[in-house]
């Protein structure tokens, strides 16, 4: 019992029956195909052998021919393969110990669970490698198992289609509620009317740029944005600080929710009745599902530990960076345009992995200073500019060249849709409140 025991440990899982009887039935059956590459390609088979028919098989798939034993054998013996793969006499074997093609699916499901098993046993040995050499640090080992162990998770899910029959009446209800209720949105709603009738709110899986140049605004505007989402729409968000203290964005967030003069909170110097809006407001976002990150200096492998931890525990549906140019890359030795790069291509894997909108604010390069920027203004790499799925930018007149009489307490500013991959592009105008570091929709302009 021992031995047996200790047998088991050293052979990893398979279930060679089932992945005879699987290549079986695509003998008995070659149609059958299209339902079992839903789970399962050439290396999921343990065997050799058996791994080197279902390549054949495949390949007879892709010349538009079907899978028998004359055409099976030919097709080993032109690759070369034919011994490999047990020869004739196994081959013809095959059909003989599967009754019938009715079970395929379930074969190659088998075949798919022990397949994972040996992927996660590998997986395991990897780590163990890893976190014996104590020269590697543990953020890229985290990194890499977390990246692993998604991707088997990917490999596990399957593919489908949906007839037109079926889709019609499902696309026709969207619609008719869309009709019903003009202000839905099929993304995350920004708070920014005009904004959201262009874009229909933040969309999953989408890597979205927000760029300008210093103190026009970004940090505020992505605030406004993230604050509506969390406390006024209840849905969970993360805000990535890597520029501001946690209690800095905090202060921001409750004098643009309390109405009250940033400077005023800073100081000190408070009235009764701030004190009162004060409180007021600190009720409402003390509910809010708002997670701040405040890290300086933050690398590029932590920030996708921490977002991802975040969606999975915390249900985050929106992920805010700021900023984009301040996170550090691994390597330090890489040209800092390749670094922005790499940077700016993982954040997109990180809105398509986690499904969720990643949002990014983007310094603008000098040379946009005191004109409406355009898309090769954002700055260190062209690669942001390609990765992106919605470009922004903030554009006004500076405020700082005014004298102090002529400064507003509501600014008009551009907002600027630079680029948007499934919509159109253009231009809405927005209200900044400074007092209050604020955006709001032209028509809640204050008299």
């Known amino acids: 019992m021992i031995q047996n025991t200790q047998l088991k440990d050293k052979i990893p899982p398979s279930n060679l029956e089932a992945e005879q009887a699987c290549l079986g039935a695509l003998l008995i059956d070659p149609d059958s195909l299209t339902s079992v590459l839903r789970y399962i390609r050439s290396d999921d088979f343990y065997s050799l052998a058996n791994s080197e028919i279902f390549s054949a098989i495949l390949a007879l798939h892709e010349k538009g021919q079907k899978a028998d034993l004359i055409t099976l054998t030919d097709e080993l013996k032109l690759a070369g393969t034919l011994d490999k793969a047990g020869g004739p006499a196994y081959i013809a074997s095959l059909t003989s110990m599967t009754p019938s093609a009715a079970n395929v699916e379930y074969y190659a499901k088998i075949v798919q669970e022990m397949s994972t098993r040996r992927s996660l046993i590998k997986l395991s040995s990897t780590v163990m490698s890893l976190a014996y050499d104590d020269s590697i640090e543990t953020g890229p080992i985290l990194d890499q198992i977390q990246s692993r162990i998604f991707e088997i998770t990917q490999n596990r899910k399957t593919a489908s289609y949906h007839s037109i029959k079926d889709l019609i009446p499902e696309i026709i209800s969207i619609i008719e509620e869309l009709s019903q209720n003009p202000n839905a949105f099929t993304g995350i709603p920004s708070g920014l009317a005009d904004l959201d009738a262009m874009t229909s709110g933040f969309q ?28 006024d729409l209840k849905i969970p968000a993360a805000f990535f600080s890597l520029e501001m203290s946690e209690h800095a964005l905090m202060n921001r967030i409750i004098a643009s929710e309390a109405r009250v003069p940033g400077d005023r909170i800073r100081t000190g110097r408070l009235r009764t009745s701030d004190l009162n809006d004060i409180m007021e407001a600190a009720g409402r976002i003390y509910e809010a599902p708002l997670y701040i990150v405040d890290m300086p200096n933050m690398k590029l492998l932590d920030l996708r530990t921490m977002a991802r931890r975040l969606v999975l525990e915390k249900g985050v549906r929106i992920i805010f960076i700021d900023y984009i140019t301040l996170i550090t890359h691994e390597n330090s030795d890489l040209p800092r345009w390749e670094q922005i790069s790499e940077i700016s291509r993982s954040l997109k894997a990180l809105a398509r992995e986690m499904k969720v909108p990643v949002v990014a604010l983007s310094q603008l390069r000098r040379e946009a200073e005191g004109k409406q920027p355009n898309l090769s203004d954002v700055r260190e790499s062209g690669s942001i500019e390609q990765d992106a799925d919605l470009i922004l930018f903030l554009h006004r007149e500076r405020e700082i060249n005014k004298s102090a009489d002529q400064r507003s307490e509501q600014i008009e500013t551009d907002l600027i849709v630079a680029k948007q991959r499934n919509g159109p592009i253009g231009k809405v105008t927005v209200l900044f409140k400074p007092a209050y570091a604020k955006f709001v929709s032209l028509d809640r302009r204050e008299k």
């Open 204 to 231: 999953n899986s989408e890597f979205i740029v927000i760029g300008a140049r210093p103190s026009v605004g970004k940090t505020a505007l992505a605030l406004t944005i993230a604050s509506h989402i969390a406390i």
